[in-house]
């Protein structure tokens, strides 16, 4: 099966519907992530399936758990732009922040907003920890696909989301366990929203994506 074959059928089973122009730029997305690789290891993912399953497709389970319309949104931890340049392909209206403290890994993602002609997305080279008091209380919605647990998440983001904004934070299938621990945690108790259980595409694997409000 071809790379847009492999590409659309993992949609139709997430039901997101494409253009042939968003079809161009994952593929466009591809092709450079694959070429950045080779010298700058920006992902562990080498081969075009993995990229495709576990990269765009798994970033776009994240639509599930955001609002529509037009939101500010930042993703921590962007990396090498998962999920926020697939979120941001799909849903052209949105304002994205990558937030990316790796240079390497930030200079990709300004080359992949120039090539793929991307507005109203910029990129933060920094820690999250580090933002700062001028973009507190500024973001509808802040995702991440790093390595943080709930907690860590909350701490980070919070200052950052607007009042009744949102965290989203996706999950592998052991997240039962950190969820009594964040019930029974002063500071996060009750800071969890709904837990959508969802199917990575073309896959057996479980996703859990943690939708979370900040409280505290």
């Keep these: 099966m071809d790379n ?4 659309e059928k993992g949609l139709k089973e997430i039901d997101i519907s494409c253009s042939e122009g968003q079809i161009n730029a994952f593929m466009t997305c591809l092709s450079e992530l694959k070429k950045w690789n080779r ?17 765009f497709l798994d970033s776009l ?10 939101l500010k949104l930042a993703d921590i931890g962007a990396g090498a732009g998962f999920p926020g340049i697939p979120v941001k392909i799909i849903r052209p209206e949105t304002d994205i922040t990558l937030i990316e403290s790796s240079g390497k890994k930030a200079a990709f993602l300004r080359h992949i907003i120039r090539l793929l002609k991307l ?10 920890e580090y ?31 607007k009042e009744n904004g949102i965290l989203v934070l996706s999950k592998g299938p052991k997240v039962s366990e950190e969820l009594k621990k964040i019930e029974r945690s002063p500071y996060a ?28």
């Design 4 to 7: 847009i074959s492999l590409f």
């Design 61 to 70: 389970l994240y639509l599930r758990a955001i609002p529509e319309g037009a």
């Design 119 to 128: 507005s109203a997305i910029n990129v933060l080279e920094q820690r999250a």
């Design 189 to 216: 108790k009750g800071a969890v929203r709904e837990t959508l259980k969802l199917q990575l595409p073309l896959t057996k694997a479980e996703r859990n994506l943690i939708i979370l409000s900040c409280r505290m």
């Design 131 to 161: 933002l700062g008091k001028g973009l507190e209380k500024n973001y509808d919605v802040i995702v991440s696909r790093a390595t943080f647990s709930i907690k860590g998440f909350l701490k980070t983001a919070c200052p950052y989301v």
């Design 39 to 55: 010298v700058y290891n920006l992902t562990a993912l080498k081969t075009d399936e993995d990229i495709i399953v576990k990269h």
